[in-house]
Structures are given as structure tokens and as C-alpha cells.
């Protein structure tokens, strides 16, 4: 039975953070007619999802936690029905700790979810104010001890740097203050500023985001400070507790299969990747129907899937590995890539390994850049 990974999209939010690009609206009263089409959405599929175990799912957003838990514990019944897990799967919801309450983290933990992501961003209310957050340090706090107390074991908590106004002291004091309370997992985010978004004409603002040299040395500095304090670097923004990485992105970042649902959702299944049309109001006046539904869609070519091994697989701590290039694509490593990467060697932005190559952690910060070169993108 092949393993697959399910992404289920909540486009909900209670307010648009200024910087956010991720595909939500603040029509919290549209959840009922949401919920319902994406139930006949993920029903459509349970033929197609006959040969297939989920071993891990994730409720992503948008900020699931803003919506009736009473949606999300109908979504898992609902996935239930249409596909068989294994054992024991990795259950994440991503949440906002504004949105948060007893009553929510309980029908979580009892229809399965076991893994519990928070978004902090910073622990300096002055920055959390600056990126129009609906939370304080002390509610998150608040938040993070009823879900350890209710029962999660496994929770991640975002950060972000090159916030407005962040000095490394501010962020150094974050990272301090998330490793006591001491999360399985942490995820830790340069500050995107995506075209569109309300920071990107905030002239004002723009001007306080740190410099690029302050920038790397946020990165390096918080890195170490993170492994210090027992948390290993996995991936470009990802840092974890032994064997506690999360397990639904790392499928990803080896290019396995994930299948997603609701508007935005992105699936890479069977060669397939194809991602759906950020439109709630036309999912959900027509949930199954996959042409009108999907934005892009394109069936990789064996080649392709090599290409996109190596975009992925250079995001993670561990790099690529030539014996299962060779196994999955039928190409060798060496010869591909060998030349490419060796000016990043000698930069000192990548590095051999035993098993293949891996970006280095001053690489890791540049990795769009060296995969644009060595990938020809252009
Ligand atoms: C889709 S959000 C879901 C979490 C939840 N809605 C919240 O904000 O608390 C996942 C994470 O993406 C990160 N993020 C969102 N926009 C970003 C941006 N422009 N640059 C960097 N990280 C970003 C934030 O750390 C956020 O917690
Ligand atoms: S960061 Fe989270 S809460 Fe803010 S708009 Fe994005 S998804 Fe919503």
C-alpha cells in the first residue's frame, strides 16, 4: 500500500496580517457552506484514494483554530471514511494563539490530532504589534500551556526574523524564551515580503526591516542558539527535538505524494502536480468539479521529478543522496550536478557528503540563488 501525506486548506482568518500572502478570507460566516463543500470534495475522491495510506495529515491555513472545532472534527471523520491510515499518523492543525480555547484543544486531541502548531512570530509585543498580530506574548503563553496541559506532546511553534524593527538582542530574546517552554519543533521564518500585501507599500515600515548583513547574521546566530538549546536543524527553516521532525513536510521535501483539498491547496500524486484556484466562492458553488477547480496542473516527466528532487531535497539538512537519485530517477548525481555544485564547495556554500551533497547553513540561507544557477533556471 503506497503512503501518502493529506493537506486539508482552512481559508479562514479572524484578520489579514499585513505581511501574509497565504490564501484566506475574514468571511468567518461562510465556514458552514465551506466545510460543506469541501466534505463533498474529499467524498469525490474516495475511489481514486482506494490503493493509498495516509500517514500523515495536515490542517493547514489560514488559521484552522478560528473556525467551530466542530468543522474540523467533521473534516477527520470525513477523511476517515474515504482513506485508511496507518498506525500511527502525524495529525498536525496549524493555529493562531488568539483563536485558541479548552473546548477547541480537547475536540482536537479527540478526533486524532496530535500535533499542534502555534504561531508566535515574536515574544517582543512592540514587533507582534508592528506586524498587525491579533495576540500578545502572554496570550500565546496562556495558549501554549492549555494545549500541553489538555494533553498535546508534539507542538511546534513558529518565529520569524527580519521583522520590522527586530534587533538581533529582540530575536535572540524570542528564541530564549520559546526553548524554555521547551516545543518539540520549532519553525523559524525570514520575513517574505510578498508582492501585493498591504507591507509591501508600507513605506514606513520597509525601512525599519533589518539590513541583509544583520539579516545573515540573525540566521547564523539563531541557528546555533536553537542546536544549543537541543534542537537540531533539519531544513532551511526547520528545527526539532530528536526523531521529532514533522513528518507530513519532510514528505514533501523528498518529493513523495501528498494530496491536498480547498481552495490553494497544492497535491503532487502519481507524477501529478496540480494545485487548486484561490477562489472560496467558486469551490464551494462547485466542490468536485476538478477543471474548473484546479489552477495548474502538470504531469511531470521523470526528468522533471529529478529536477525537483534536487529544488527540494537542497532545502533539507541532510542534502541529496545519489543512491536514491539513481533508484527513483535512473540518473547519476556526479554526473549531473558534480560540476555545478563544486563552485559552491569552494564558496563553501555546499558540501560533499558520504552519501551525495548538501547546502552548508551559510548556503542554506542563499539555497534560491544556487538552485536558480545550478538548476538553469533563468
Ligand atoms: C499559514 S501561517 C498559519 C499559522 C497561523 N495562521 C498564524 O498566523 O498563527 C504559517 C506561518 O507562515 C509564516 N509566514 C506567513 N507569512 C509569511 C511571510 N510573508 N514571510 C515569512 N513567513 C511567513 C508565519 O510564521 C506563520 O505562522
Ligand atoms: S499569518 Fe496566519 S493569521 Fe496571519 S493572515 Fe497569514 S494565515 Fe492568517
Known amino acids: 500500500m503506497k503512503k501518502l501525506g493529506v493537506y486539508i486548506h482552512v481559508p479562514f482568518c479572524v484578520h489579514k496580517c499585513s505581511y501574509c500572502d497565504f490564501y484566506s478570507v475574514t468571511q468567518l460566516f461562510e465556514a458552514g457552506e ?53 498506525d500511527n499518523p502525524e495529525i498536525t492543525i496549524e493555529s493562531n494563539p488568539g483563536t485558541l480555547d479548552t473546548f477547541k484543544i480537547k475536540s482536537y486531541l479527540n478526533c486524532g490530532i496530535n500535533r499542534l502548531s502555534m504561531g508566535l512570530q515574536s515574544a517582543d509585543d512592540d514587533e507582534l504589534k508592528m506586524i498587525s498580530r491579533i495576540h500578545d506574548k502572554s496570550g500565546f503563553e496562556s495558549s501554549y500551556m492549555l494545549a500541553r496541559m489538555l494533553g498535546f506532546r508534539n507542538i511546534n511553534v513558529d518565529i520569524m526574523y527580519a521583522l520590522p524593527g527586530q534587533k538581533e538582542e529582540t530575536l535572540m530574546n524570542t528564541i530564549d524564551y520559546v526553548t524554555s517552554l521547551d516545543p518539540e519543533h520549532i519553525s523559524f521564518y525570514g520575513l517574505r515580503v510578498e508582492e501585493g500585501t498591504p507591507l509591501a507599500s508600507q513605506e514606513e515600515l520597509l525601512a525599519k526591516i533589518p539590513d541583509e548583513d544583520v539579516q545573515y ?162
Open 34 to 86: 465551506y466545510f460543506r463543500a469541501l466534505k463533498e470534495q474529499i467524498m469525490s475522491f474516495k475511489s481514486y484514494l482506494k490503493d493509498w495510506t495516509a500517514d500523515s495529515v495536515y490542517i493547514g491555513g489560514g488559521t484552522p483554530s478560528c473556525v467551530d472545532p466542530k468543522y474540523i472534527v467533521e473534516t477527520m471523520e470525513t477523511l476517515k471514511s474515504v482513506i485508511r491510515f496507518v
Open 217 to 378: 547574521n540573525m540566521y547564523i546566530h539563531a541557528a546555533k542558539r536553537l542546536e544549543k538549546a537541543g534542537y537540531t536543524q533539519y531544513e532551511i527553516s526547520n528545527f526539532s527535538k530528536k526523531r521529532m521532525m514533522c513528518r507530513h513536510n519532510c514528505r514533501y521535501w523528498k518529493s513523495g505524494d501528498y494530496i491536498g483539498f480547498g481552495p490553494g491547496a497544492a497535491s503532487f500524486i502519481n507524477g501529478e502536480l496540480y494545485s487548486y484556484t484561490k477562489d472560496l466562492y467558486g469551490f464551494i458553488s462547485k466542490p468536485t468539479d476538478y477543471f474548473s477547480n484546479v489552477e495548474k496542473s502538470e504531469k511531470l516527466t521523470l526528468d522533471q521529478q529529478a529536477t525537483q528532487y534536487i529544488m527540494l531535497g537542497l532545502r533539507l539538512a541532510r542534502g541529496v543522496e545519489a543512491k536514491e537519485y539513481k533508484l527513483r530517477f535512473g540518473r547519476d548525481l556526479e554526473e549531473d550536478y558534480g560540476e555545478k555544485i563544486q563552485k559552491y564547495i569552494d564558496l563553501k556554500y555546499a558540501k560533499r557528503t558520504d552519501k551525495g551533497f548538501r547546502l552548508t547553513r551559510a548556503g542554506l540561507l542563499v539555497s534560491n540563488t544556487i538552485l536558480s544557477d545550478i538548476l538553469d533556471f533563468s
